[in-house]
């Protein structure tokens, strides 16, 4: 399993979808049974102001028919020391 990425322009976050998109991930979490340190990150690029959402393996497994509208991307495992927890469990 691999780890996927989700965009979110500053559009984007404009017109809600990031709002939406945690709220989404955040309510599948609650009734998940994910494992320790597995969850969601994100990194917002000063540059761009885009934010990317990282979704751990199992996170992604558990969330991907609803995460399916948010376009997420298969991705190389980021660096998690450089990202703030959106919603991971402990």
């Known amino acids: 399993m691999s780890w996927y990425s989700i965009v979110v322009t500053p559009n984007e976050q404009t017109n809600g ?29 000063s540059n761009t102001g885009n934010i990317t959402y990282f979704l751990s393996p199992q996170a992604y497994e558990v969330s991907r028919l609803t995460m399916l509208k948010f376009r997420p ?18």
Do not use: Y
């Open 17 to 45: 979808v990031a709002d939406a998109l945690f709220s989404t991930f955040s309510a599948i979490q609650t009734v998940a049974l994910l494992n320790k340190g597995e969850g969601m990150w994100f990194k917002r690029d």
């Open 73 to 90: 991307q298969p991705c190389d495992v980021p660096n998690l020391s450089t990202l703030a927890p959106s919603v991971v469990n402990h």
